[in-house]
């Protein structure tokens, strides 16, 4: 298992030998009206319903899903249909078909495994947007110095590769038990800023102070390429527990919209954000400055490394938000 070892530094590692593999990797050729069972990993999408697909010994195919081409998940009973544009990159899949004119393979019947295709679109929404905001000459200097392709680690995984090693690139982790694994890995980030609104007695309110450092927040965004902002809520000790736990739930939710609706910034940006209650305070609740402290949200502006390499980042250690 990954020990001490971020997903985005991971993903970084694995997906340079991914992306100079690729660059070396060329597509073969198909024999027209000949049938085809690959199996292997969805390396690069060419639009909605084509893809290039590696099998377990390198090579490469293209693939272009048929108009009426079977699209399921290996359920025991018929499995769920899909359209051609939920295949992602680094699915593993199995596709059946028949060698068209151009050389490509016409894939009639596409089947794959439901937990794999949801863990390769977790990843995949991490990575798109980030790309879509790169130029090419952007594009082809992160491929020269290793940039995020966190393909190869979905593909190795799921194909029960070896243990993950940090200086090597080509560790993996074995079978599909590692799925949740590898989901909880992609939630380990470096923190570039943080912020703590704190809130009057039993409102959920934001001060003018309180806007303000949302403001600057908002702001850092703007320079920053794979940011994901992570909000919690917290109260004091006055009142009961349910209540205190609803209130910091309120905060947390006053937190997002807030910067959603006054700064724009999109959905996908935001982690699950969280209401501790009482738990976790950063001072005494017996004084009255104490539980003035307690009664705050904190923001952290997440960012990955690989995509912000000029940007100044700390780890998140493991007790950062214990007393």
Request: net charge negative; aromatic share 4%; no cysteine.
């Amino acid at each position: 298992m990954f020990k001490k070892l971020s997903a985005i530094t991971l993903a970084l590692m694995l997906g340079a030998v991914s992306i100079f593999a690729q660059d070396d990797a060329q597509v073969r050729e198909l024999v027209n009206g000949q049938k085809y069972k690959i199996k292997g990993v969805i390396v690069s999408k060419e639009d909605s319903s084509s893809f290039i697909i590696r099998d377990g010994v390198g090579v490469d195919t293209r693939v272009v899903i048929a108009p009426n081409a079977s699209i399921k998940n290996n359920a025991f009973f018929g499995g769920d249909r899909y359209p051609a544009d939920s295949l992602v990159r680094g699915l593993n899949l199995e596709v059946e078909g028949r060698g068209d004119s151009t050389g490509n393979l016409s894939a009639t019947k596409v089947r794959f495994d439901k937990s794999n295709l949801q863990t390769a679109q977790s990843i995949d929404t991490r990575v798109t947007p980030a790309e879509e905001r790169l130029t090419a000459a952007e594009q082809n200097a992160q491929r020269i110095s290793g940039q995020i392709d966190e393909l190869m680690a979905v593909s190795n995984a799921a194909k029960g590769g070896a243990k993950a090693a940090q200086d090597t690139a080509d560790a993996a982790v074995a079978g599909v038990n590692a799925t949740n694994q590898r989901i909880s890995a992609l939630d380990e980030y470096v923190v570039q800023s943080s912020a703590t609104v704190l809130f009057r007695v039993n409102s959920a309110v934001l001060s003018p102070e309180g806007k303000a450092q949302l403001d600057e927040v908002a702001a850092a965004t703007m320079t920053l390429k794979g940011y994901e902002i992570e909000v919690t809520g917290f109260a004091s000790s006055e009142g009961n527990a349910r209540a205190n736990k609803l209130l910091s739930e309120r905060r947390a939710q006053a937190v997002r919209d807030y910067l959603i609706q006054t700064h724009d910034i999109p959905l996908r940006r935001f982690g699950n954000s969280y209401g501790y209650g009482v738990l976790q305070p950063v001072a005494d609740n017996t004084t009255r400055e104490g539980r003035e402290a307690n009664r705050r949200v904190e923001v952290k502006l997440l960012v990955s490394r690989g995509l912000n390499q000029n940007v100044e980042v700390r780890q998140i250690e493991d007790d950062e938000n214990e007393d």
